[in-house]
């Protein structure tokens, strides 16, 4: 077999500019992420709680968060929200309403097994009616209504949350900001793992997140407010388990994002 060494030239020359243009790319891929970093550290603009709500707000506006009509449905939502999405919460909210019994005095005179079965569809069912029924009992009981716990300091608040059972941290602090209007930040494994990826804070906890918001934010109310819902939308719309980081608004501000998506 005769082996035209013209042939063999011009295809090793049409590899090398492929591979030329590849690696182009690359480098061009390279230096388009460090110049948006060395912008934003020339600019001392390194990503901040502050310079990230400010992003957010842009795209999200107002999110209205928490979404409900009253402030029973709030404290109702913050104890079926727990381990499920909010579409199961919301399911189960809406048969409560169509019950009648989308309130803490109704329900703490609703038998456990049929608060059960109206909450089905947040999981955990059983545990999650037992909780929320003693919870109302104890508020409907020692105080009559919500209105009436306004009046309390906030470590009285605390204190009454926190001793009931299916109380932690991330729904003492939504029952806090969201049904008293208190300078809470609510931390939930969202707002974790968008801290991590937005590279805020490399190993982020529900302590220092919370205390890094206040001390970059502020403790206004409505702006705590709708941070968090703010977060709650980014984590659905793309930061999800698996990122949709190609179409996320924030990807330039974002390590993982510039990390790990390859075009400018
Ligand atoms: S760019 Fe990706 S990792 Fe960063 S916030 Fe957006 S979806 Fe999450």
New binding site residues.
């Given amino acids: 077999m005769v082996i035209d060494t013209n042939l063999i030239s011009m295809l090793h020359n049409i590899g090398a500019i492929i591979l030329t243009s590849r690696q182009q790319t690359e480098e061009q891929g390279n230096l388009h992420k460090q110049g948006i970093r060395k912008e934003n550290k020339q600019r001392g603009n390194r990503i901040n709680y502050r310079i990230f709500y400010r992003e957010l707000e842009k795209i999200y506006g107002n999110t209205g968060w928490w979404p409900a009509e009253t402030r029973d449905e709030i404290v109702i939502g913050t104890i079926l929200t727990q381990n499920t999405s909010w579409k199961n919460v919301e399911k189960s909210i809406d048969q409560l309403k169509s019950l009648g019994k989308c309130n803490l005095a109704a329900i703490s005179s609703l038998p456990v097994e049929k608060l059960s079965q109206a909450i089905r569809s947040s999981g955990f069912y059983n545990q999650k009616a037992k909780r929320l029924h003693e919870l109302s009992k104890k508020i409907v009981s020692e105080f009559g209504g919500l209105d009436k716990m306004a009046f309390l300091s906030d470590s009285e608040l605390i204190d009454f949350f926190s001793s009931m059972t299916g109380v932690g941290q991330e729904t003492l602090d939504s029952i806090m900001l969201y049904v008293f209007d208190k300078p809470h930040f609510v931390v939930d494994k969202y707002t974790l793992r968008?801290s991590m990826?937005?590279g805020i804070e490399s190993v982020p906890t529900l302590e220092s997140v919370k205390s890094h918001v206040i001390a970059e934010i502020g403790n206004d109310v409505e702006t705590l407010k709708n941070f968090h819902g703010a977060l709650v939308y980014?984590a659905k719309d793309?930061?999800?388990k698996t990122?949709?980081?190609k179409e996320?608004p924030?990807?330039k501000s974002?390590d993982?994002?510039m990390t790990?998506?390859t075009e400018p």
Avoid: K
Wanted: charged share 15%; hydrophobic share 35%; glycine share 6%.
């Fill in positions: 968008i990826r937005i980014l793309y930061c999800r990122p949709l980081c996320c924030v990807r974002c993982y994002g790990h998506v």
